[in-house]
Structure formats: C-alpha cells, structure tokens
C-alpha cells in the first residue's frame, strides 16, 4: 500500500497544527503548550471546556511526547508536507516583499488554495505560512492583521488562518487584468 492510498483511507491529522507548536519544538515546549491548552480545554472548565478539543490535543500530545511514536510520525509528516507543498526556494511565487499589496495577495493565494485543496480543514497556521512564504513571522503578522480587519480572513479557535468570501472576492477583484503569481502549490486532488 503506497502513501497516497493510506492518505484516502484515513486523512493525515497534523499533530504539530492541532498543538499550535513547531515541528522544530522540543519535548518541554510540547509539554507546556499541551498543559495550557488542557487547561483550556478541559471539560471541567466551565468557562472554556470543550471535550472535542481537548481530545484532539491529549491525542497530539500522546503522539508527539513519545520519541518513537514522533519519530515515526515525522517521517509521514515530512513526506505528507513534501507532496503537499512543492520544497522549492522560489517559493514566494514572484512576489515581491517590498510590496505590502503582493504579500498580501500571497498570503490570500496560499489560503484559497487550502480552502481548495482540504475544504473540511481550510486553516493553516502562521508558522505554516512563515515556512511556505519563506517570510518572517515579523512581516506577516502585520498583514495578517490588516486582512482580519478587512474580513479577508478569518482565525479559527486554534488560531489559525483560512480565507472568507470577501478575501476571496478581494484577490479575484484584478484577476481579469493581472492573475495572481503562481505559486508552488500542488493543484486539488
């Protein structure tokens, strides 16, 4: 049984997005964002109890805290990121970082094509865009703001970012005269 056939059958879960934590994090990070967030989430929490959630992340936890089991499952995730998102130094498409409207339409770029690409799990996390744009998170961050003000974007309860209608809209608004730069990104199964 190839990768792609395991991939149908039960859909990778990335335990690194479902922590909020770097695939780069050490066990003691793991373990305090995973004591936070438990805290959080517990179902004994009445103010933010949510049994769905912190199952999610006690299962992360359970993965990612074993050096067998983790390494074991950075193997896939290093092969599920690899097929997913081309590992190419161009990465950024042409864009140009100078150009706050460009980075702003990367980043809109590398949301719709999530949204198209995993329409049940539209999110991506800002450490995910960091290391698909090849930008620092100081860059993004600003324009990631600007873009939830606008209503381009929306952050889920784990606070990562998808695109909305309007961010839609907005990067199809100059399609007719000018198409976004392409980035590197694998076209939707």
């Known amino acids: 049984m190839n990768l792609k056939e395991i991939k149908k059958m039960s859909p990778f879960v990335d335990y690194y997005e479902d922590l909020q934590v770097s695939p780069k994090a ?4 793991i373990e305090r964002v995973f004591r936070l967030l438990a805290k959080r989430y517990h179902p004994d929490n009445p103010n933010t109890g949510d049994i769905t959630r912190f199952n999610i992340i006690t299962r992360a936890y359970h993965e990612l805290s074993d050096p067998q089991k983790r390494a074991a499952y950075d193997v896939a995730f290093d092969r599920i990121q690899a097929s997913r998102w081309k590992d190419n130094p161009e990465s950024t498409g042409g864009f140009d970082v100078k150009d706050p409207k460009q980075i702003r339409q990367a980043i809109l770029t590398v949301l719709l ?4 690409q995993e329409p049940s799990a539209p999110e991506i996390g800002l450490w ?6 090849g930008w620092p998170e100081k860059i993004l961050e600003f324009h990631i703001w600007y873009m939830k003000e606008k209503g381009w974007i929306r952050s889920s309860d784990s606070g990562q970012y998808m695109i909305s209608a309007d961010g839609v809209d907005k990067l199809e608004e100059n399609w007719d005269k000018e ?9 939707p199964n």
């Open 26 to 29: 050490d066990f003691e990070t």
């Open 113 to 116: 094509q999530q949204r198209l």
């Open 128 to 133: 995910y865009l960091e290391k698909l744009l």
């Open 179 to 187: 198409p976004p730069a392409r980035l590197q990104l694998p076209l």
